[in-house]
Nanobody
Framework: QVQLVESGGGLVQEGGSLRLSCAASGSAFSLNAVAWYRQTPGKQRELVAHISGGGRPHYVDSVKGRFTISRDNSKNTAYLQIDSLKPEDTGVYYC???????????????WGRGTQVTVSS
């Protein structure tokens, strides 16, 4: 099982940018699709983007145009670039390996601690 550690969060002003990193242990990283999720205050954790082992990205509609998911399999790392940050982007961001059952995204059971993103207005 791949273990993942998120980093790169912080406090930024509205309109700013952040690049989140997801560092993976294990040699099977390149075989796994990876997803980024976020949990904003008062809401359940939600999927924002995922990327296949080969680098094909997918975004939920609400983040298209501002979020960019990528990966570097040579570094066992996935990234989430967030531009034009809004206060409603505030929350904890998690990455996880996933499997796809048709259009259904299924994360592995274990989650990391996530990385906090706070956007001030």
């Amino acid at each position: 099982q791949v273990q993942l550690v998120e980093s790169g969060g912080g406090l930024v002003q509205e309109g700013g940018s952040l690049r989140l990193s997801c560092a993976a242990s294990g040699s099977a990283f390149s075989l796994n699709a990876v997803a980024w999720y976020r949990q904003t205050p008062g809401k359940q954790r939600e999927l924002v983007a995922h990327i296949s082992g080969g680098g094909r990205p997918h975004y939920v509609d609400s983040v298209k145009g501002r979020f960019t998911i990528s990966r570097d399999n040579s570094k066992n790392t996935a990234y989430l670039q967030i531009d034009s940050l809004k206060p409603e982007d505030t929350g904890v961001y998690y990455c996880n390996t996933i499997s796809l059952a048709g259009t259904v995204v299924v994360p592995q059971e274990d989650w990391g601690r996530g990385t906090q993103v706070t956007v001030s207005s």
